[in-house]
């Protein structure tokens, strides 16, 4: 049983997502998108809750701050005690667009049981100036390399969405 | 359990006869000059301080950190401590000239410890409170020489305060300020020993220093203070503690570490803990790094049956460098809470913190990390890396990183893993005739070994061993 | 003296992987064991070094005697110092910990007294043989290497360790013809001079040209379906595996 949730934090708030699992066999795939472009705090927390043996996770955020906005992300797995043979991995990464944002980034995890996999990667950083300088050596304006750069980003996340009509809204905005 | 080895069974009157004479011990007839009642009050804060004849501003110095010891909570963040009750505590004050224990009182599993791990005879009485004066004096005395030879300073806290008053008075408690936390406080308070150092201009310092090569090394240490200025373009290692089990009589620890390290200047600061099973470690270790400086922080923890420390460093001056690299391993009723911080205040400042952690036995490990980088420290670059092994079912591990980036041209690298020990790992070592507990203990120490390698031989060596020891106990 | 294996029978998951399997090798003697993929191969070189996750079922025909010795039961490492070897098809890294660590362990565990020093002289010697850089000998085990390092490295610990029976499983795939010949070279000196018993498995011809098996056995679907001279693995080569389904 495979299923996929998606959670997208557009607006200066709070969303917090939970989640578990009901039976051995379960995979979930979490989607996580930040996309913060007004000054304001945007906090997006994420609990994938092992009460179970034999499930399966990964989560993946993307998450962008200009314009002042301050993001912080917490992302949580935690592996009770009998739950064995759960796999589970997070990575989150967020970029700073511009000199006035901020971010906290918080991965976390509880392990209890012993024969299980569980990882996590967290990374914050700007825009990285080899790949502006590879598309600007191509002729493409900074501004328009920076866009492509961050769309590029944010699809890595994006493109794995099933859901069509989230996945073209998404697609459609301009970042 | 194990499907390869037959089951270990745990002595268990062994175990039960060692705590029954530890508790032995704790009550034995240990004469202090000055026991304090249950309790601490300011007059015996003062009365201490008059005792040492130190200069008046310590005296107030330590008052005002008396003070704030009492007003404040514990703070938030720090796992659960309701087991110390801080009215119980026995908070010794003087430093003992000698104990009425032999060798012979000393538990039995403790002795057997020693000689596995080699530990030469006259330290094995001085870390189980024997003898309270290491008797190195031919040792200790020319060491002496040589590096009051380079103008190196090298003394216990006590003696630095009263020969080098100016330089004491000019960072004592500037970087961990009195207020800091309550645990660092009540050191403020009451510290006593520990270790004062200072490196001129320069100067490098090529013997590790450690802890135990000064003369009157105080009892087991309980609220050492230790101070180290590392002036511009200098070298020093200082070494503190040691694998072999440290037997204490005082159930609390509260030390403070001060470290400057000025511009250009390097300083490594290794700590091999390994303090007996009732003992709670409640350390504060900080250290300031200016411009071009590099801290290192090596911290391994093994002993104690709760350690909360989290080697800091503040990286104040341009290209500034920190490093923690931790060890914990948690067995049996213990809880290693350690971790690092990383504060970035100035530009091109980098960071690396490596914790590498061992649970089994039911036992707990829990990394807690801060990484922050201020506004205005452009070009800072920070790296992480936990990783945990979880040996058995009943044990734990946790990994809670706090990662705040206040300055977008930066970048920040996170990642931990927490997995056990590989079965096919176990296999393919097996298969080559180790039996299975020795290429589990294979397999921890390599995964150990990128840290190890920065520990002085001598004590790697002995740490490696401490943990095939450990692992023993662990299969079954 | 010889390595008899009999009856053996595994199922994976509830099936069958393994349904009674039964060969022998003699010292000294050099045995193809080949077969289509999935035919049970590298499962029977598994279950012969005792690897937890293959279940031998206990019938009373199933044995495993290594010149006489009853290992059925033992653990991976009383195998070894029985004196059995397997050179695994995809060897693991263990980071952290070099060769000489782990063949010192290796050694000292079977209270052989040899002082680090004579090994790494040994070590360094054997890597010369198998033309193997000595930059590989320091990093942790296996770490990086290639696929033919790795299974280089593998014969290396076998000439060291010097078992009086060797599993090689698959220790031609990722070899370049250099490579090939020298580990060929390492097993057939084994062989002849050290009078080493040794199962190799494989399922192509290539390697069988330079390290000459007296015997060959073909397995299909869990079973050794065929046993025969050396001109056994040539016919193979020209009709493939589907006249042995």
């Known amino acids: ?175 | 359990m194990s499907r390869f080895a037959k089951i270990v069974k745990l002595d268990q009157k062994a175990v039960k006869t060692l705590s029954e004479s530890y508790q032995l011990g704790h009550h034995d007839e240990i004469t202090y000059e000055y026991k304090s009642e249950r309790g601490l009050t300011a007059k015996m804060v003062a009365d201490l301080s008059s005792r040492k004849n130190e200069p008046e501003w310590m005296k107030e110095l330590r008052l005002r950190a008396f003070g704030l010891y009492e007003m404040m909570p514990m703070p938030g963040w720090v796992p659960d401590m309701s087991g110390i009750n801080w009215n119980e505590i026995y908070y010794y004050l003087a430093p003992t000239k000698g104990t009425s224990k032999t060798w012979e009182e000393v538990p039995d599993a403790i002795k057997k410890t020693f000689d596995k791990i080699g530990v030469p005879q006259a330290e094995r009485e001085m870390l189980s409170g024997v003898k309270a004066q290491y008797d190195s004096e031919v040792i200790y005395g020319s060491l002496r020489k040589s590096l009051s030879a380079k103008g190196v300073v090298f003394l216990g806290m006590d003696d630095g305060l009263a020969k080098y008053p100016e330089l004491v008075k000019e960072y004592f408690s500037r970087i961990v300020p009195l207020g800091d936390n309550k645990l660092a406080a009540l050191n403020s308070a009451v510290w006593s020993g520990g270790s004062f150092i200072y490196v001129p201009k320069n100067v490098e310092v090529e013997l590790p220093l450690q802890a135990y090569f000064r003369i009157n090394a105080e009892n087991a240490g309980q609220f050492e203070r230790t101070l180290i200025i590392a002036d511009e373009g200098s070298k020093v290692h200082y070494v503190e503690g040691c694998s072999a089990p440290a037997y204490s009589s005082g159930s609390l620890h509260a030390a403070v570490v001060e470290i400057i390290v000025k511009k250009g200047a390097r300083v490594q600061y290794t700590t091999i803990q390994n303090w007996y099973k009732n003992v709670y470690n409640l350390v504060t270790k900080r250290a300031w790094v200016e411009e071009e400086g590099q801290m290192r922080w090596i911290d391994g923890n093994l002993g104690s049956r709760l350690t909360v420390k989290y080697p800091a460093c503040i990286l104040a001056g341009r290209k500034a460098r920190g490093e923690t690299l931790s060890i914990a391993m948690a067995g049996s009723g213990q809880h290693q809470d350690a971790g690092a911080k990383m504060i970035h205040l100035a530009p091109e400042t980098t960071s690396q913190i490596i914790s590498k952690s061992i649970s089994k036995n039911g036992g707990r490990a829990t990394y807690r990390g801060l990484v922050k980088i201020n506004k205005g420290a452009r070009g800072a670059r920070s790296k992480v890396v936990c990783d945990a092994l979880i040996l058995d079912p009943r044990s734990r591990s946790d990994t809670y990183p706090t990662n705040i980036i206040l300055e977008n041209e930066v970048s920040l690298e996170h990642e931990a893993t927490v997995s056990k020990v590989g079965e096919d790992q176990l296999f393919y070592l097996m298969s080559r005739g180790l039996p299975e507990h020795e290429a589990e203990a294979m397999i921890v120490n390599g995964f150990l070994e990128p840290i190890m390698k920065q520990i002085p031989l001598e004590y790697a060596v002995e740490m490696n061993r401490l943990v095939e020891l450990e692992m023993e106990g662990s299969v079954g | ?245």
Do not use: W
């Open chain 3, 1 to 245: 003296m010889a390595l008899e294996v009999k009856g053996i029978k595994v199922k994976i998951e509830g099936k069958e992987v393994l349904r009674g399997v039964s060969l022998e090798v003699k010292a000294g003697e050099v045995v193809a064991l080949m077969g289509k993929n999935g035919s049970g191969k590298s499962t029977l070189a598994y279950c012969l070094m005792g690897h937890p996750k293959y279940i031998v079922s206990k019938d009373r025909g199933t044995a495993i005697r290594l010149d006489g010795l009853d290992i059925t039961q033992k653990t991976p490492d009383e195998r070894a110092k029985a004196g059995l070897f397997l050179a695994l098809q995809y060897p693991v890294s263990i980071p952290g910990v070099s060769v000489r660590e782990a063949l010192l362990a290796s050694l000292r565990s079977r209270g052989e007294k040899i002082s680090a020093l004579e090994l790494k002289k040994r070590i360094e010697m054997e890597a010369e043989e198998l033309s193997m850089s000595e930059e590989l000998l320091k990093r942790s085990l296996n770490e990086g290497f290639s696929g033919g390092e790795k299974k280089k490295m593998e014969i290396l610990q076998m000439r060291i360790l010097a078992p009086k029976y060797a599993i090689l499983d698959e220790t031609d795939s990722g070899l370049d013809i250099d490579a090939l010949k020298i580990v060929a070279e390492g097993a057939s000196y084994m062989a002849s001079k050290k009078k080493t018993g040794i199962l190799v498995i494989t399922h192509y011809q290539r390697l069988l040209s330079y390290l000459k098996p007296d015997r060959v056995l073909i397995m299909n679907l869990g079973k050794i379906a065929k046993e025969g001279g050396v001109e056994l693995a040539t016919e193979l080569e020209r009709t493939g595996y589907k006249q042995y389904e």
């Open chain 1, 1 to 175: 049983m495979k299923y996929q949730r998606v959670v997208v934090l557009d607006k200066p708030g709070k969303k917090d997502l939970v989640v578990d699992f009901g039976r051995e066999g379960e995979e979930v795939e979490v989607l996580g998108l930040v996309i913060a472009d007004q000054p304001g705090d945007y906090y997006l927390k994420i609990l994938v809750d092992h009460k179970i043996g034999k499930t399966f996770g990964r989560v993946m955020v993307r998450g962008i701050a200009k314009n002042g906005a301050k993001i912080q992300v917490e992302g949580m797995i935690k592996i009770v005690k009998d739950a064995n043979g759960v796999d589970d991995f997070l990575e989150m990464r967020l970029l700073l667009l511009d000199a006035k944002s901020q971010a906290v980034a918080e991965p976390k995890l509880e392990i209890e049981a012993n024969e299980v996999k569980a990882s996590h990667a967290a990374t914050v950083g700007k825009i990285d100036d080899e790949e502006l300088f590879y598309l600007q050596s191509r002729g493409i304006k900074q501004g328009e390399a920076e866009k492509l750069i961050v769309t590029g980003f944010l699809n890595q996340v994006i493109d794995k969405i099933e859901d069509p009509i989230v996945k073209s809204k998404l697609k459609a905005v301009e970042y």
